[in-house]
């Protein structure tokens, strides 16, 4: 009497397994197809943002900059205003600049570094096939 008691126990558990197995899969093929998305729409709103930080940035700077020029340059005595402003942009200019020169240079000795590594590891993995070959 007892082998019959432990038959249908075990059924729910296993369809209870079972159940919990497919609602697993179901996730994880959600979760895949949901990545799957966000990567499909990652660069269109990458791509959005950065130009609406560039959009911004440029009309609000031509809106201070133009009516300040305008005015330094057509007010008697603003040419100081004028010039000061320019030697601003120049230096911000070069500023930059000089941040993406350094970046490059940066980019330039890490992959230098990769290659040095990756020549080092094809010398180690010759002398050790030659230590195996003998």
Known sequence: MSADNAQPASDPLKSVATAMATAAEAVRDGAT???????????????????????????????VVFPTMFVANYVPGGAPIATGLLDGANAANDLIKDMQHKAVQRKAAKAEALAAADEFNSIVD????ALDGV
């Open 33 to 63: 197809d949901a990545a799957a998305k966000v990567q499909q729409v990652l660069p269109a709103a990458s791509r959005f943002v950065s130009r609406f930080v560039y959009s911004s940035c440029y009309f609000v700077s031509y809106g």
């Open 126 to 129: 010759e002398g050790v096939e």
